[in-house]
């Protein structure tokens, strides 16, 4: 079955804010690219743009979520490779045009409810990464602050690398994390 034009929408601007951030997402945008009939805007994002990039960030934070739920029982060292093997997959597939979404909208918007809505995002992953990692045996404290690293550290490592066009920085930094998840 064809996908709701509102669920078009919000993949649009998904892929939308990981090409251009915030101020290259708009409505025009994205119903250019989910061919989303020109009523479904007010009909489906009565309160405007923040409403439709709310409920892309949310999207996106939620396949992230999926994405270490299929890790259940992972070894630390699985963890990072997946983690680090999803952003590997968005810069390829996007020809290193696209990165993370929840970072653009981040980085880009000066609306206190969007960084919220992000805030939680980032706060789900670490969540489920802390329970991934203790699982596979890290300690509770170190747990969350490898958690929080590899966040960070893949995040900057994806800005790099559509920067420089290649995938030699999150490599590096892909290399580095997996040496420490070893040691655990």
């Given amino acids: ?35 989303a009939p020109r009523g479904s805007i007010y009909h489906h994002f009565p309160d405007g743009k923040d409403q439709l990039i709310a409920a ?15 890790l259940e029982g ?14 590997h997959a968005v810069l390829e597939r996007s ?3 696209a990165g993370c979404s929840v970072l653009a909208v981040t980085v880009s918007s000066d609306s206190s409810e969007l960084l919220s809505t992000a805030g939680g995002v980032f706060r789900s992953w670490s969540e489920r990464l802390i329970a991934l990692l203790q699982t596979a045996g890290v300690p509770s404290g170190r747990a969350a602050s ?29 290399g580095e994390l997996r040496q420490m998840a070893s040691a655990f």
């Fill in 1 to 35: 079955m064809d996908a709701s034009a509102r669920d078009r929408m919000v993949e649009s601007a998904v892929v939308l804010l990981a090409q251009h951030g915030y101020q290259g997402t708009s409505f025009s945008t994205v119903l250019d690219r989910s061919k």
């Fill in 146 to 174: 490898f958690a929080t690293l590899l966040i960070a550290a893949s995040e900057g490592a994806v800005v790099l690398s559509r920067a420089q066009r290649s995938t030699a920085p999150l490599d590096t930094v892909h």
């Fill in 95 to 97: 020809g290193f045009t």
């Fill in 74 to 87: 992972s070894s630390a060292e699985e963890v990072v490779d997946a983690f680090i093997g999803m952003w």
């Fill in 56 to 70: 892309a960030l949310e999207l996106a934070g939620s396949r992230a979520v999926a994405l270490l739920d299929s």
